[in-house]
């Protein structure tokens, strides 16, 4: 099973990159809006969406389609395939690309699902299943998921900093993706860590360059990581996942970090 992925998963590699950080005019998303309670939902017949969504994948010729469900626009409805969305009519018969918007309050409707699906599919990790680098004695404030290569130049830098974002109350849950792809350096790298003893000394010796000689033998979830970042659509790193779900491609300081977080506790519905 794992040599058929690789294919798939080299193509994505291919487009992915180590990232720099994200300017401060494009780090908050068409969701960020006022933080109004969202426009209420019309209901809608159970049978009539499981209906909807069988036609709708039968028209887009076998593409999967994981759940049709109603939106604020009377007799439009949305589709998701993975964190992919459309809009349709409930006769399937005209579709929308692109993400709802609610123009009253400058939220995009669209955004706030898929960031639920995608904190979904990111916590189907343990803590087990991830290297945690979380505050000393006191409970985090925040958890932010962080796809990470071990040989990206900005991962490393977001490593040096670990203990300041511990300081900030943040924890810093590591998850796999060598970006090169699997059965490379990189990924043998991020195999002999999680194989280590000690995971966290073995992830920071091997993030300050000077390499972690240890054995790849173990059983590991690295595949599975590179799995999930390609379900992510992730294209580099450091790919850090906020608690809601917002996706923040590239490095962020501590600082940054920080205040990304904070707007996020300020946008949440009161």
Avoid at 8 to 32: D, F, H, I, R, W
Wanted: proline share 8%; charged share 20%; with cysteine.
């Amino acid at each position: 099973m794992q040599k058929l992925l690789i294919p798939m998963l080299l193509a994505v590699m291919a487009l992915a990159g180590c990232a720099p950080p994200l300017e401060e005019g494009a780090k908050t998303s068409a969701s960020t809006g006022t933080g109004a309670t969202p426009t209420s939902v019309q209901p809608a017949d159970p049978n009539d969406m499981e209906a909807l969504r069988q036609l709708v994948s039968a028209r887009l010729k076998g593409t999967p389609v994981d759940a049709v469900r109603p939106t604020p626009l009377p007799g439009i409805y949305e589709v998701q395939s993975g964190l992919n969305f459309g809009y349709v009519t409930l006769d399937g018969r005209y579709l929308i690309e692109g993400d709802l918007n609610d123009m009253t309050t400058g939220r995009s409707l669209t955004e706030d699902t898929r960031r639920t699906a995608r904190m979904a599919l990111v916590n189907q990790f343990s803590d087990d299943q991830s290297i945690v680098y979380a505050p000393e004695g006191v409970p985090a404030k925040y958890t932010v998921t962080v796809f990470t290569d071990i040989d990206c130049g900005y991962c490393r830098k977001l490593h040096q900093h670990i203990a300041e974002y511990n300081a900030d109350g943040i924890a810093v849950r590591y998850l796999f993706f060598p970006r090169s792809g699997p059965d490379t350096p990189s990924y043998f790298k991020a195999e002999k860590v999680w194989c280590a003893a000690d995971r966290k000394a073995a992830l920071t010796q091997a993030k300050l360059g000077s390499g972690y000689e240890g054995d790849a033998g173990c059983q590991n979830p690295v595949m599975d990581h590179l799995k999930l970042a390609s379900q992510l659509g992730l294209r580099g790193t450091p790919a850090i996942v906020l608690p809601d779900g917002q996706l923040i491609p590239g490095y962020q300081t501590p600082d940054e970090l920080l205040k990304a977080l904070a707007r996020q506790d300020a946008s949440r519905p009161s």
